[in-house]
Protein backbone atom coordinates (compact mmCIF):
# COMPACT_ATOMS: atom_id res chain seq x y z
CA UNK A 1 0.00 0.00 0.00
CA UNK A 2 1.17 3.39 -0.97
CA UNK A 3 -0.22 6.62 0.99
CA UNK A 4 -0.63 9.15 -0.80
CA UNK A 5 -2.28 11.76 0.99
CA UNK A 6 -0.48 15.54 1.03
CA UNK A 7 -1.05 15.85 4.92
CA UNK A 8 -0.25 14.32 7.75
CA UNK A 9 -0.65 15.37 11.16
CA UNK A 10 0.62 14.46 14.52
CA UNK A 11 -0.65 15.77 17.77
CA UNK A 12 1.02 15.20 20.78
CA UNK A 13 -0.53 15.23 23.92
CA UNK A 14 0.44 16.06 27.51
CA UNK A 15 -1.42 14.88 30.24
CA UNK A 16 0.35 16.71 33.00
CA UNK A 17 1.27 20.31 33.57
CA UNK A 18 1.55 22.45 30.48
CA UNK A 19 5.19 22.55 29.88
CA UNK A 20 5.47 18.43 29.86
CA UNK A 21 3.92 18.37 26.26
CA UNK A 22 7.81 19.33 25.35
CA UNK A 23 9.91 18.42 28.10
CA UNK A 24 11.31 15.04 28.16
CA UNK A 25 12.82 12.60 30.48
CA UNK A 26 16.56 11.22 29.98
CA UNK A 27 15.77 7.46 30.86
CA UNK A 28 16.23 4.29 28.81
CA UNK A 29 12.71 3.30 29.60
CA UNK A 30 9.01 4.67 28.27
CA UNK A 31 7.16 5.86 30.57
CA UNK A 32 3.50 4.60 30.93
CA UNK A 33 0.96 5.65 28.02
CA UNK A 34 3.81 6.04 25.60
CA UNK A 35 2.52 3.17 23.60
CA UNK A 36 -0.69 4.73 23.54
CA UNK A 37 -0.78 5.55 19.79
CA UNK A 38 -4.26 5.28 17.16
CA UNK A 39 -4.79 6.17 14.29
CA UNK A 40 -7.61 8.41 13.97
CA UNK A 41 -9.46 8.81 10.30
CA UNK A 42 -10.19 12.55 10.50
CA UNK A 43 -13.71 13.25 7.47
CA UNK A 44 -11.17 15.28 5.22
CA UNK A 45 -7.91 14.11 3.83
CA UNK A 46 -5.69 14.05 6.94
CA UNK A 47 -4.43 11.65 8.86
CA UNK A 48 -4.11 12.56 12.43
CA UNK A 49 -2.21 10.70 14.83
CA UNK A 50 -2.46 11.02 18.41
CA UNK A 51 -0.19 9.75 20.77
CA UNK A 52 -0.32 10.46 24.62
CA UNK A 53 2.46 10.86 26.49
CA UNK A 54 3.51 12.33 30.27
CA UNK A 55 6.78 13.88 29.99
CA UNK A 56 8.00 11.86 26.78
CA UNK A 57 11.52 9.93 26.88
CA UNK A 58 14.09 12.01 25.59
CA UNK A 59 14.67 11.09 22.03
CA UNK A 60 12.30 10.12 18.86
CA UNK A 61 8.66 10.60 19.45
CA UNK A 62 7.54 10.64 15.28
CA UNK A 63 10.06 9.48 11.71
CA UNK A 64 9.01 10.21 8.54
CA UNK A 65 10.97 7.50 6.66
CA UNK A 66 10.66 8.25 2.94
CA UNK A 67 10.66 12.03 3.90
CA UNK A 68 13.89 11.48 6.31
CA UNK A 69 12.64 13.74 9.14
CA UNK A 70 12.54 12.99 12.78
CA UNK A 71 10.93 14.53 15.66
CA UNK A 72 12.90 14.34 18.76
CA UNK A 73 11.94 15.46 22.43
CA UNK A 74 15.22 16.87 23.38
CA UNK A 75 16.22 18.41 26.96
CA UNK A 76 15.60 21.97 27.62
CA UNK A 77 11.32 21.50 26.96
CA UNK A 78 11.95 21.52 23.12
CA UNK A 79 11.26 19.60 20.14
CA UNK A 80 13.92 18.84 17.19
CA UNK A 81 12.79 18.48 13.67
CA UNK A 82 15.52 16.79 12.28
CA UNK A 83 15.74 17.20 8.06
CA UNK A 84 17.69 14.93 5.81
CA UNK A 85 20.83 17.19 4.72
CA UNK A 86 19.42 20.62 6.67
CA UNK A 87 20.40 21.91 10.03
CA UNK A 88 17.65 20.49 12.47
CA UNK A 89 15.34 23.37 14.17
CA UNK A 90 14.62 23.09 17.45
CA UNK A 91 11.43 24.41 18.77
CA UNK A 92 10.07 25.47 22.31
CA UNK A 93 6.14 25.07 22.37
CA UNK A 94 5.52 25.51 26.01
CA UNK A 95 2.08 24.14 25.84
CA UNK A 96 0.03 21.27 26.79
CA UNK A 97 -0.93 19.65 23.14
CA UNK A 98 1.31 20.31 19.83
CA UNK A 99 0.21 19.89 16.57
CA UNK A 100 2.70 18.76 14.17
CA UNK A 101 1.63 18.63 10.31
CA UNK A 102 3.78 17.62 7.65
CA UNK A 103 2.37 19.21 3.98
CA UNK A 104 4.07 17.06 1.08
CA UNK A 105 2.13 19.81 -1.29
CA UNK A 106 4.36 22.62 -0.51
CA UNK A 107 7.11 20.64 1.51
CA UNK A 108 6.57 22.68 4.93
CA UNK A 109 6.47 20.91 8.74
CA UNK A 110 4.83 23.64 11.17
CA UNK A 111 4.85 23.13 14.94
CA UNK A 112 1.60 24.59 16.19
CA UNK A 113 0.57 25.23 20.01
CA UNK A 114 -1.91 27.81 21.58
CA UNK A 115 -2.41 29.70 18.65
CA UNK A 116 1.02 30.50 17.47
CA UNK A 117 3.25 28.09 14.57
CA UNK A 118 7.19 27.69 13.22
CA UNK A 119 6.80 26.49 9.70
CA UNK A 120 9.47 24.75 8.96
CA UNK A 121 11.11 24.05 5.42
CA UNK A 122 11.63 19.97 4.79
CA UNK A 123 11.24 17.42 2.06
CA UNK A 124 7.94 16.05 2.52
CA UNK A 125 6.78 12.92 0.54
CA UNK A 126 3.75 10.95 0.92
CA UNK A 127 4.80 8.44 3.39
CA UNK A 128 3.25 4.46 3.63
CA UNK A 129 3.65 4.59 7.74
CA UNK A 130 5.38 6.73 9.90
CA UNK A 131 7.02 5.39 12.91
CA UNK A 132 6.26 6.64 16.39
CA UNK A 133 7.56 6.00 19.58
CA UNK A 134 7.45 2.34 20.49
CA UNK A 135 5.36 1.05 17.28
CA UNK A 136 4.65 1.53 13.54
CA UNK A 137 1.25 2.46 12.62
CA UNK A 138 0.69 1.74 8.94
CA UNK A 139 -1.22 4.55 7.40
CA UNK A 140 -4.87 4.69 6.14
CA UNK A 141 -5.88 5.36 2.71
CA UNK A 142 -8.35 8.31 2.32
CA UNK A 143 -8.92 9.52 -1.46
CA UNK A 144 -5.60 8.74 -2.23
CA UNK A 145 -4.21 6.02 -5.16
CA UNK A 146 -2.99 2.57 -4.22
CA UNK A 147 -0.35 1.50 -6.10
CA UNK A 148 2.33 -1.38 -5.52
CA UNK A 149 5.41 -1.50 -3.18
CA UNK A 150 7.72 0.76 -4.38
CA UNK A 151 5.40 2.21 -7.29
CA UNK A 152 3.60 0.59 -9.93
CA UNK A 153 -0.24 -1.09 -9.70
CA UNK A 154 -0.16 -4.34 -8.59
CA UNK A 155 -1.26 -6.24 -10.87
CA UNK A 156 -0.74 -3.78 -14.30
CA UNK A 157 2.19 -4.29 -16.47
CA UNK A 158 2.48 -0.23 -16.85
CA UNK A 159 1.96 1.70 -19.80
CA UNK A 160 3.73 3.67 -22.63
CA UNK A 161 3.29 7.25 -22.38
CA UNK A 162 1.98 9.36 -24.60
CA UNK A 163 4.56 11.35 -26.46
CA UNK A 164 7.43 11.63 -28.88
CA UNK A 165 10.70 9.92 -29.27
CA UNK A 166 11.98 6.50 -30.11
CA UNK A 167 14.45 3.85 -29.22
CA UNK A 168 17.18 3.18 -31.44
CA UNK A 169 18.21 -0.23 -31.65
CA UNK A 170 21.88 0.20 -32.96
CA UNK A 171 24.81 -0.03 -30.68
CA UNK A 172 22.64 -0.41 -27.56
CA UNK A 173 22.02 3.33 -27.46
CA UNK A 174 18.74 4.69 -26.80
CA UNK A 175 17.87 8.17 -28.13
CA UNK A 176 16.03 10.83 -25.40
CA UNK A 177 12.86 12.44 -26.77
CA UNK A 178 13.66 15.07 -23.73
CA UNK A 179 16.39 16.63 -26.27
CA UNK A 180 12.95 17.70 -28.63
CA UNK A 181 10.64 20.05 -27.81
CA UNK A 182 6.95 21.32 -27.46
CA UNK A 183 4.95 22.45 -30.38
CA UNK A 184 5.72 25.81 -31.48
CA UNK A 185 9.26 25.82 -30.22
CA UNK A 186 12.69 24.87 -31.78
CA UNK A 187 14.01 21.79 -31.65
CA UNK A 188 17.41 20.63 -30.32
CA UNK A 189 19.76 17.80 -31.52
CA UNK A 190 18.18 13.95 -30.87
CA UNK A 191 21.02 13.00 -28.71
CA UNK A 192 22.01 9.09 -27.79
CA UNK A 193 23.05 7.88 -24.37
CA UNK A 194 26.74 7.01 -23.95
CA UNK A 195 27.49 3.78 -22.64
CA UNK A 196 28.86 5.06 -19.16
CA UNK A 197 27.74 8.09 -16.76
CA UNK A 198 30.27 8.03 -13.93
CA UNK A 199 34.03 6.93 -13.92
CA UNK A 200 34.72 3.07 -15.26
CA UNK A 201 37.16 3.67 -11.42
CA UNK A 202 33.59 4.19 -9.80
CA UNK A 203 31.96 1.05 -7.74
CA UNK A 204 29.16 1.19 -10.62
CA UNK A 205 31.90 -0.31 -13.03
CA UNK A 206 33.82 -2.07 -11.28
CA UNK A 207 33.40 -6.33 -10.50
CA UNK A 208 32.03 -6.88 -7.60
CA UNK A 209 32.25 -10.64 -7.72
CA UNK A 210 36.13 -10.60 -7.37
CA UNK A 211 35.92 -8.57 -4.44
CA UNK A 212 36.69 -9.38 -0.76
CA UNK A 213 33.33 -10.18 1.47
CA UNK A 214 32.73 -8.09 4.63
CA UNK A 215 34.04 -10.70 7.12
CA UNK A 216 30.90 -9.40 9.63
CA UNK A 217 28.69 -9.01 6.34
CA UNK A 218 26.61 -12.08 6.82
CA UNK A 219 24.14 -10.79 9.49
CA UNK A 220 23.25 -7.88 7.15
CA UNK A 221 23.11 -10.09 3.80
CA UNK A 222 20.54 -11.59 6.15
CA UNK A 223 18.49 -8.52 7.26
CA UNK A 224 18.29 -7.94 3.53
CA UNK A 225 17.22 -11.35 2.61
CA UNK A 226 14.48 -11.12 5.55
CA UNK A 227 13.03 -7.70 4.44
CA UNK A 228 12.74 -8.82 0.76
CA UNK A 229 10.71 -11.82 2.11
CA UNK A 230 8.87 -9.32 4.61
CA UNK A 231 7.87 -6.28 3.04
CA UNK A 232 8.10 -7.50 -0.97
CA UNK A 233 9.87 -6.81 -4.29
CA UNK A 234 9.06 -4.45 -7.10
CA UNK A 235 11.23 -2.84 -9.73
CA UNK A 236 10.25 1.22 -10.15
CA UNK A 237 10.02 1.88 -13.72
CA UNK A 238 6.75 4.07 -14.77
CA UNK A 239 6.44 5.33 -11.12
CA UNK A 240 9.41 6.23 -8.36
CA UNK A 241 11.45 6.03 -11.07
CA UNK A 242 13.67 8.51 -12.83
CA UNK A 243 13.53 9.96 -16.62
CA UNK A 244 17.00 10.75 -18.05
CA UNK A 245 16.62 13.25 -20.94
CA UNK A 246 20.01 13.39 -22.42
CA UNK A 247 20.52 16.88 -24.65
CA UNK A 248 22.97 18.53 -27.17
CA UNK A 249 24.88 21.39 -26.70
CA UNK A 250 22.11 23.56 -28.92
CA UNK A 251 19.39 22.91 -26.02
CA UNK A 252 18.60 26.25 -25.08
CA UNK A 253 19.45 27.43 -20.84
CA UNK A 254 16.72 28.02 -18.46
CA UNK A 255 16.12 28.91 -14.80
CA UNK A 256 14.80 26.00 -12.53
CA UNK A 257 13.88 28.47 -10.00
CA UNK A 258 14.03 26.69 -6.25
CA UNK A 259 10.77 27.90 -4.86
CA UNK A 260 11.76 26.60 -0.97
CA UNK A 261 14.81 28.84 0.49
CA UNK A 262 16.21 29.67 -2.79
CA UNK A 263 19.63 27.85 -2.09
CA UNK A 264 19.69 25.86 -5.31
CA UNK A 265 19.67 29.21 -7.27
CA UNK A 266 22.83 29.98 -5.87
CA UNK A 267 26.51 30.47 -7.12
CA UNK A 268 28.05 27.30 -5.43
CA UNK A 269 29.55 24.80 -7.92
CA UNK A 270 26.91 22.13 -6.83
CA UNK A 271 23.99 24.84 -7.55
CA UNK A 272 22.07 23.89 -11.00
CA UNK A 273 22.64 27.78 -12.42
CA UNK A 274 21.09 27.57 -15.97
CA UNK A 275 19.85 24.44 -17.24
CA UNK A 276 19.41 22.60 -21.11
CA UNK A 277 16.19 21.23 -19.79
CA UNK A 278 14.06 20.31 -22.43
CA UNK A 279 10.24 22.22 -23.17
CA UNK A 280 8.80 18.78 -22.84
CA UNK A 281 10.63 17.03 -20.01
CA UNK A 282 8.22 15.56 -17.48
CA UNK A 283 9.37 14.27 -13.93
CA UNK A 284 8.75 10.60 -12.35
CA UNK A 285 4.94 10.35 -11.11
CA UNK A 286 3.23 9.63 -8.86
CA UNK A 287 2.10 12.91 -7.73
CA UNK A 288 2.76 14.37 -5.40
CA UNK A 289 5.74 11.68 -4.51
CA UNK A 290 9.51 12.30 -5.09
CA UNK A 291 9.04 13.40 -8.91
CA UNK A 292 12.90 12.73 -9.65
CA UNK A 293 14.20 13.97 -12.97
CA UNK A 294 17.38 14.10 -14.82
CA UNK A 295 19.34 16.15 -17.68
CA UNK A 296 22.67 14.70 -18.87
CA UNK A 297 24.16 16.57 -21.56
CA UNK A 298 27.07 14.49 -22.68
CA UNK A 299 28.99 17.51 -24.59
CA UNK A 300 29.30 19.37 -21.08
CA UNK A 301 30.18 16.40 -19.22
CA UNK A 302 27.40 17.91 -16.96
CA UNK A 303 24.46 15.98 -15.48
CA UNK A 304 21.65 17.83 -13.03
CA UNK A 305 18.99 15.83 -10.87
CA UNK A 306 16.27 17.14 -9.13
CA UNK A 307 13.60 16.19 -6.92
CA UNK A 308 9.87 17.12 -6.36
CA UNK A 309 10.07 18.71 -9.93
CA UNK A 310 7.41 20.44 -11.36
CA UNK A 311 6.27 22.82 -13.86
CA UNK A 312 4.02 25.99 -12.35
CA UNK A 313 2.07 28.22 -14.36
CA UNK A 314 4.65 26.82 -16.73
CA UNK A 315 7.77 27.90 -14.48
CA UNK A 316 9.83 24.63 -13.79
CA UNK A 317 11.24 24.67 -10.16
CA UNK A 318 12.52 22.09 -7.97
CA UNK A 319 12.96 22.44 -3.84
CA UNK A 320 16.26 20.47 -4.03
CA UNK A 321 19.12 18.70 -6.35
CA UNK A 322 22.85 19.24 -7.66
CA UNK A 323 24.56 19.72 -10.65
CA UNK A 324 27.12 17.42 -11.30
CA UNK A 325 29.93 18.69 -13.77
CA UNK A 326 32.35 16.55 -14.95
CA UNK A 327 30.18 13.57 -14.15
CA UNK A 328 32.13 11.73 -16.17
CA UNK A 329 35.12 11.45 -13.85
CA UNK A 330 33.04 11.38 -10.32
CA UNK A 331 31.94 8.36 -8.36
CA UNK A 332 28.12 9.30 -7.86
CA UNK A 333 28.70 10.98 -4.61
CA UNK A 334 26.93 14.54 -3.92
CA UNK A 335 27.59 16.05 -0.97
CA UNK A 336 25.26 17.21 1.70
CA UNK A 337 22.86 19.20 1.98
CA UNK A 338 23.08 18.74 -2.49
CA UNK A 339 21.57 15.83 -4.30
CA UNK A 340 17.82 14.50 -4.93
CA UNK A 341 18.27 11.28 -2.76
CA UNK A 342 18.16 10.43 0.55
CA UNK A 343 21.92 8.91 0.63
CA UNK A 344 23.77 11.79 -1.32
CA UNK A 345 23.64 8.98 -3.98
CA UNK A 346 23.35 10.17 -7.85
CA UNK A 347 19.80 9.23 -8.68
CA UNK A 348 20.73 8.52 -12.58
CA UNK A 349 23.47 6.08 -10.29
CA UNK A 350 22.69 2.08 -10.48
CA UNK A 351 19.81 3.04 -12.81
CA UNK A 352 18.53 0.16 -14.98
CA UNK A 353 18.20 1.69 -18.47
CA UNK A 354 16.94 1.39 -22.16
CA UNK A 355 20.04 1.37 -23.48
CA UNK A 356 21.20 -1.59 -21.06
CA UNK A 357 18.31 -3.67 -22.17
CA UNK A 358 18.61 -3.06 -25.40
CA UNK A 359 21.90 -4.40 -25.34
CA UNK A 360 20.41 -7.51 -23.54
CA UNK A 361 22.94 -6.75 -20.82
CA UNK A 362 23.20 -4.51 -17.81
CA UNK A 363 27.16 -3.61 -17.18
CA UNK A 364 26.73 -1.63 -14.37
CA UNK A 365 26.07 -2.18 -10.87
CA UNK A 366 22.33 -1.34 -9.10
CA UNK A 367 20.66 0.66 -7.23
CA UNK A 368 18.03 -0.91 -4.41
CA UNK A 369 15.57 0.75 -2.12
CA UNK A 370 15.16 -0.94 1.33
CA UNK A 371 12.54 -0.64 3.88
CA UNK A 372 14.78 -0.95 6.91
CA UNK A 373 18.03 1.29 6.96
CA UNK A 374 20.11 1.89 10.31
CA UNK A 375 20.39 5.47 11.57
CA UNK A 376 23.38 7.49 11.54
CA UNK A 377 26.03 5.79 9.38
CA UNK A 378 26.54 5.93 5.81
CA UNK A 379 29.07 3.92 3.60
CA UNK A 380 30.67 5.29 0.36
CA UNK A 381 29.26 5.83 -1.94
CA UNK A 382 26.45 7.37 0.11
CA UNK A 383 27.48 11.16 2.44
CA UNK A 384 24.33 10.74 4.59
CA UNK A 385 21.08 8.26 5.41
CA UNK A 386 17.95 8.80 6.36
CA UNK A 387 17.85 5.36 8.09
CA UNK A 388 15.61 5.18 11.20
CA UNK A 389 15.44 1.40 12.01
CA UNK A 390 17.87 0.77 14.98
CA UNK A 391 18.72 -2.74 14.63
CA UNK A 392 22.48 -4.15 14.73
CA UNK A 393 21.81 -6.02 11.29
CA UNK A 394 20.14 -3.48 9.25
CA UNK A 395 21.86 -2.52 6.16
CA UNK A 396 24.02 1.02 6.19
CA UNK A 397 22.88 3.25 3.48
CA UNK A 398 25.82 3.04 0.85
CA UNK A 399 26.33 -1.04 1.73
CA UNK A 400 27.55 -3.14 -1.28
CA UNK A 401 25.56 -6.44 -2.05
CA UNK A 402 26.54 -8.98 -4.48
CA UNK A 403 24.72 -12.74 -6.01
CA UNK A 404 27.18 -15.35 -4.92
CA UNK A 405 29.45 -16.08 -8.19
CA UNK A 406 29.13 -19.70 -7.59
CA UNK A 407 25.13 -19.56 -8.64
CA UNK A 408 24.22 -20.96 -12.06
CA UNK A 409 21.88 -17.61 -12.78
CA UNK A 410 21.29 -19.57 -16.22
CA UNK A 411 19.47 -22.14 -14.92
CA UNK A 412 16.89 -20.35 -12.98
CA UNK A 413 14.91 -20.12 -15.86
CA UNK A 414 14.00 -16.42 -14.83
CA UNK A 415 11.96 -13.86 -16.87
CA UNK A 416 14.66 -11.80 -19.50
CA UNK A 417 15.01 -8.79 -17.48
CA UNK A 418 14.86 -10.88 -13.73
CA UNK A 419 17.58 -12.73 -15.41
CA UNK A 420 20.01 -9.46 -16.43
CA UNK A 421 19.41 -7.71 -13.25
CA UNK A 422 20.45 -11.17 -11.33
CA UNK A 423 23.67 -11.31 -13.76
CA UNK A 424 24.21 -7.59 -13.02
CA UNK A 425 23.96 -7.80 -9.57
CA UNK A 426 26.17 -11.14 -9.29
CA UNK A 427 29.15 -9.57 -11.57
CA UNK A 428 29.08 -5.75 -10.58
CA UNK A 429 26.40 -5.87 -7.34
CA UNK A 430 24.07 -3.50 -5.54
CA UNK A 431 23.73 -0.70 -4.02
CA UNK A 432 21.30 0.32 -1.00
CA UNK A 433 20.79 4.25 -2.73
CA UNK A 434 17.41 4.83 -0.70
CA UNK A 435 14.42 3.90 1.49
CA UNK A 436 11.64 2.56 0.23
CA UNK A 437 8.13 0.69 0.71
CA UNK A 438 10.18 -2.70 -0.40
CA UNK A 439 12.90 -3.93 -2.13
CA UNK A 440 13.22 -2.53 -5.09
CA UNK A 441 14.85 -1.65 -8.39
CA UNK A 442 15.25 1.94 -10.46
CA UNK A 443 14.52 1.37 -14.05
CA UNK A 444 15.00 4.61 -16.20
CA UNK A 445 11.36 6.20 -16.65
CA UNK A 446 9.50 5.41 -20.07
CA UNK A 447 8.52 9.16 -20.27
CA UNK A 448 11.89 9.99 -20.86
CA UNK A 449 12.02 7.89 -23.78
CA UNK A 450 8.66 7.60 -25.50
CA UNK A 451 7.42 3.44 -24.69
CA UNK A 452 8.81 0.93 -22.17
CA UNK A 453 11.48 -1.80 -22.95
CA UNK A 454 11.18 -3.29 -19.63
CA UNK A 455 7.98 -4.73 -18.77
CA UNK A 456 7.67 -7.10 -22.10
CA UNK A 457 10.81 -8.44 -20.68
CA UNK A 458 9.13 -9.66 -17.28
CA UNK A 459 7.44 -12.63 -19.35
CA UNK A 460 3.83 -11.45 -18.77
CA UNK A 461 4.13 -11.46 -14.73
CA UNK A 462 3.35 -8.52 -12.58
CA UNK A 463 6.67 -6.81 -11.07
CA UNK A 464 6.13 -7.70 -7.89
CA UNK A 465 5.77 -11.37 -9.02
CA UNK A 466 8.98 -11.26 -11.41
CA UNK A 467 11.04 -9.61 -8.67
CA UNK A 468 10.43 -12.67 -6.47
CA UNK A 469 12.14 -14.82 -8.59
CA UNK A 470 15.63 -13.38 -8.33
CA UNK A 471 17.61 -15.44 -5.99
CA UNK A 472 17.31 -13.85 -2.67
CA UNK A 473 18.73 -16.53 -0.86
CA UNK A 474 21.98 -16.15 -2.59
CA UNK A 475 23.52 -12.34 -1.52
CA UNK A 476 26.55 -11.42 -0.23
CA UNK A 477 28.18 -8.09 1.29
CA UNK A 478 31.22 -6.89 -0.09
CA UNK A 479 34.06 -5.70 1.73
CA UNK A 480 33.98 -1.45 1.40
Known sequence: MKFAAPILGVVLTAAAQPADAARCRATSRAPAGTALIRPVATPSSPLLVRLAARRPVCGQLVVLPRSGVRVLAVPGAALRVIRAGRRAVTVRPGARVTHIVAIARSNRIIVRWAGRRVVVSARVVPERRVVLRRGVSSLRRTAATTTGPGGGAPGTTGSSPAGGGASSGSGGATTSPGAGSAPGQSSSSTVAMPARMFAATSVWYQRADIRPLSPDGQAAAADLRDQAARTGTWINID??????????????????????????????PWNWGRVPLPAAARAAGPHPGDNHLVVWQPSSDTMWEFWNFARVNGVPQSPHGARISAVSTRDGSIPSPWGASASGIAIAAGLI??????????????????????????????????GYVDRATAPVMGMHFRLDPRLDIDALDLPPLVSMIAHAAQRHGMVVRDTAGSVSFYAQDPISIGSDPFTPLLAGMERGEAMRRFPWGHLELVAP
Open 239 to 268: EWSVPIYVVGPDTPLVTVHDPDDGEMNGTN
Open 353 to 386: TAADVSRGSIDHALAIGIPEIRPGLAQAPATRTD
